[in-house]
């Protein structure tokens, strides 16, 4: 019995004779039995659900009703109007019953065709990278176990001098059918997973899967500007599909290791740089290495405190596949002196017997707001 071929009262399970007042309740039961809120995940009461509510709009119309009870499922096909109720009925509200099962069991009622070969799964790669292959960028070659074309069967799973035939299960339909109550439900085959054919004989090296284990050497190029969670995508060179299918694609994800001199934060670098208290007090220039290993010159102004940021603009990471760069950024981290002669231990003396207060104001305001805030 085919989707169409339904009777709305066994759906509705009630009889012919049933009036209106007994339909709408029969129709209210079911539907709460049915509805797919209470049916999380499961297609076949979503099917239900979706079939009594087409023959509930047609039996709770009297006009409808008596053209379906005079020539069932016909009423409403073929141009029949169903005795004044205009040319739509529930065929034109809700569909045919055929498409509402083929939307939710997939072409489940006599329609459709074989199954496609799936397409192979997709694979991922972590790969480890300096922070000075990040910024230059390089190729590298990695090995990837994956799942190949088998290339005695050239992917096919049949043995050499051999192909596929009809399968005798479904005789070449690639589905079979199964009756569960009022409904018709079609699933793949079983034997040839919905393809159709099976295999005269199947590859011994494959086993007729058309794919083996194999290590593939892959040339991987790292652009210049990567950075953690960079994913590069190498087109084809996943796991191959079963039966000839394609294969899927290999994405490799990028993890900079940490650096010890600098870290980073998008294009741009940050390090701290101690510099004397000297240096700090009176100003001066100081060379550093950067990551493209060019020296770069950082002016530090007089009086500059620990924990300001110097920026060098244009010395940081690469912009990814685009142009330019981000900067350096230099933390001030003033130094104090730990060992000292005693000439220098002398004239700090005589620097420390001069100071007016005035050379310190962040000094010199602390105290002052500490003294205010007890005296007050």
């Known amino acids: 019995m085919s989707a169409t071929e339904i009777d ?44 009594i509510s087409v023959a509930y709009d047609c039996l709770k119309d009297p006009q409808k009703r008596a053209a379906y009870d005079r020539y069932g499922h016909d009423a409403f096909t073929n141009g029949m109007g169903g005795g004044g109720g205009g040319s739509g009925g529930p065929h034109a509200d809700f569909g045919d ?8 069991f997939g072409s489940a009622f006599g329609g459709g065709g074989r199954s ?18 990040a910024f230059t960028g ?21 043995a050499p001098g051999t192909g596929r035939q009809r399968c005798g299960t479904c005789h070449g339909h690639g589905k079979v059918r199964a009756q569960q109550g009022l409904f018709v439900i079609e699933r793949p085959c079983p034997a040839c997973l919905g393809r159709g054919e099976v295999l005269e004989k199947a ?42 299918a394609p294969a899927g694609d290999l994405y490799i994800f990028i993890h900079v290791r940490a650096h010890p001199v600098f870290s980073r934060e998008g294009t741009s670098l940050f390090t701290r740089m101690p510099i004397s208290f000297t240096t700090a007090a009176l100003g001066g220039s100081v060379d550093i290495p950067g990551i493209d290993g060019e020296t770069h010159t950082i002016e530090i102004p007089p009086g500059i405190q620990s924990g300001k940021q110097l920026r060098k603009r244009g010395a940081g990471m690469p912009v990814l596949q685009g142009r330019g760069r981000g900067d350096l950024v230099v933390e001030v981290m003033v130094e104090t002196p730990t060992r000292l002669t005693a000439r220098q231990r002398e004239l700090l003396c005589e620097f420390r017997e001069l100071e007016t207060g005035e050379e310190c104001p962040e000094s010199r305001g602390f105290f002052d707001r500490l003294k205010d805030a007890f005296s007050g």
């Open 203 to 244: 590859c011994p090296d494959c086993r007729g899967e058309g794919r083996v284990d194999k290590v593939q050497r892959l040339d991987v190029e790292i652009p210049p500007g990567v950075d953690n969670g960079t994913r590069i995508r190498l087109a084809g060179r996943g796991e191959a599909g079963p039966g000839g």
């Open 8 to 51: 709305f009262y066994k759906l509705l399970e009630v009889s012919r004779d049933a009036d209106g007042d007994t339909i709408k309740r029969a129709y209210r039961k079911l539907a709460m039995r049915w509805h797919p809120d209470k049916n999380p995940g499961d297609a076949e009461a979503e099917a239900r659900f979706k079939a």
């Open 116 to 133: 496609r070969p799936r397409r192979g799964a997709d694979l991922r790669y972590d790969m480890e990278v300096g922070l000075e292959d």
């Open 97 to 104: 019953l055929g498409d509402i099962f083929e939307t939710i």
């Open 138 to 158: 390089r190729t590298t070659t990695i090995e990837v176990e994956v799942a190949a074309h088998c290339d005695t069967c050239a992917g096919s799973g049949a």
